[in-house]
């Protein structure tokens, strides 16, 4: 059985860090999947953060570029969110998500992926 579990979410403060968690099981060759970071507030839809590809290339949405950092170990078969100079509009519940040989241009969208997280919620407070 698949599993991905986000953890280290948690209640910050506006200009604080967080590193944020997935770990993988049940997968056969980790390595080949692409790992995404999907984010949703309360009220809005479902979107795109960072996404680490099979292949060993990022991508990461405009709102988050140059504060948040996406790393993967596939030994381990986690990877991780790092989020600097956290703002009250990153609160929201924190997704991974792996598609098998995905493509990090497609993993903006949501729709395809093969398994996905339960979330953790990140609540940003000013």
């Known amino acids: 059985q698949v599993q991905l579990v986000e953890s280290g979410g948690g209640l910050v403060q506006a200009g604080d860090s967080l590193r944020l968690s997935c770990t993988a099981s049940?997968?056969?060759?980790?390595?080949?999947?692409?790992i995404g970071w999907f984010r949703q507030a309360p009220g809005k839809e479902r979107e795109f953060v960072s996404a680490?590809?099979?292949?060993?290339?990022?991508k990461t949405t405009d709102s988050v570029k140059g504060r948040a950092t996406m790393s993967r170990d596939n030994v381990k078969e986690m990877v991780w969110l790092q989020v600097n100079n956290l703002k009250s509009e990153d609160t929201a519940v924190y997704y991974c998500?792996?598609?098998?040989?995905?493509?990090?241009?497609?993993?903006?969208?949501?729709?395809?992926?093969?398994?996905w997280g339960k979330g953790t919620l990140v609540n940003v407070s000013s």
């Open positions: 680490y590809g099979w292949s060993g290339d990022t």
């Open positions: 998500a792996a598609r098998k040989l995905g493509e990090v241009p497609t993993m903006t969208m949501t729709d395809g992926m093969d398994y």
């Open positions: 049940g997968l056969m060759f980790f390595s080949i999947y692409t």
